[in-house]
């Protein structure tokens, strides 16, 4: 179906029959008076005024539809309804894309480029309350314009990171900037050993950034790992271990409806617990889930990651 600006959209028989005229004009068909009267149920007059209102509406673009032998008419400016007329369809997906927009803040939607007056509408909307803001503020619009040629680019970055202490990381592959937990982060590759080189750069503690002559092709295993990781603690190029968690019948509604990891699979169920497995490249993907919904869930397997888990909370008791 398809949308004019200009005309209602009521549940009105006309404006429905004008549609459909519409969709038949866009595929380049002819609308012959007597064919429409009987298709739509009514008179050859109505279809000629369904005629005059399109005529009307055409007419501030100077165009109008064409009448031709039999009593048949054709609109030869086809482009003009594609560029008019909205097929609903898109309609809900863009309406569904602002609702996603209408989460974020004003001044997000600003930085990324959103015009103002639509910003305003968007949130404004009175429809979604966030209780806490989903991203960060004050993002450095400068260091986040050069990444993003970089990343566009392929060129070799120098950067100074001080999220406490100072950092200086030469020949860095920048690979894509990243939207996780409410952060900005820039994805890289460099020539350190922690993480086989692997980063994600917190974008607001990046203090400065130079871009090199150099340019990089990205390696398929990095852009693979992109694809696939599972949260900002996943390790570059180490093989995933298995982790079994048992969850409390109390909460166990809330794994049921939500993957706190994408690997998470239910692999057993019964009144009193639900039975989970993960698979995970570091201790602390799935530690921060384990922490969080103490003291209804246990890790089953495995072993050494059980008895870390021992020691952070007996740590944590003692300094208590």
Not at 13 to 39: H, P, S, T, V, W
Not at 64 to 79: H, R, W
Not at 122 to 151: G, T
């Amino acid at each position: 179906m398809l949308y004019l600006e200009g005309f209602s959209m009521c549940e009105d028989k006309k404006i429905f029959n004008i549609l459909k005229i519409l969709e038949d004009l866009k595929r380049g068909r002819k609308i012959c008076i007597r064919e429409y009267a009987k298709r739509f149920e009514v008179s050859e007059r109505t279809v000629q005024r369904y005629i005059k209102d399109l005529n009307c509406y055409f007419s501030k673009y100077n165009a109008k539809l064409d009448k031709v032998e039999g009593g048949c008419y054709i609109f030869p400016q086809i482009s003009l309804i594609k560029e008019n007329v909205i097929d609903l369809k898109e309609r809900e997906d863009f309406e569904k894309f602002a609702d996603i927009l209408g989460i974020l803040n004003k001044e997000v939607l600003e930085f990324l480029g959103i015009e103002e007056s639509i910003a305003k509408k968007i949130v404004d909307e009175d429809i979604f309350l966030v209780k806490e803001n989903p991203v960060e503020k004050f993002l450095k619009l400068d260091i986040y314009k050069k990444i993003k040629r970089a990343i566009k680019h392929k060129k070799v970055l120098e950067i100074e990171y001080a999220p406490d202490e100072k950092y200086h990381f030469t020949n860095v592959k920048p690979l894509k900037i990243i939207f996780a937990e409410g952060n900005w982060y820039l994805s890289a590759l460099s020539d350190d050993e922690i993480n086989n080189g692997f980063k994600f750069l917190r974008i607001n503690f990046i203090k400065d950034i130079k871009e090199t002559s150099k340019t990089f092709k990205p390696p398929k295993e990095a852009l693979e790992f992109l694809e696939n990781f599972q949260s900002l603690f996943s390790r570059y190029k180490v093989k995933p271990f298995e982790v079994v968690l048992e969850v409390d019948k109390e909460v166990k509604r809330y794994f049921k409806v939500k993957k706190f990891l994408p690997s998470q699979t239910i692999i057993d169920e019964n009144e009193d617990s639900l039975t989970l497995r993960y698979y995970v490249t570091s201790e602390d993907e799935i530690l921060l889930i384990v922490k969080k919904w103490l003291p209804f869930i246990r890790i089953k397997s495995p072993e050494f990651l059980r008895e870390k888990l021992k020691k952070d909370l007996k740590n944590y008791l003692d300094n208590f």
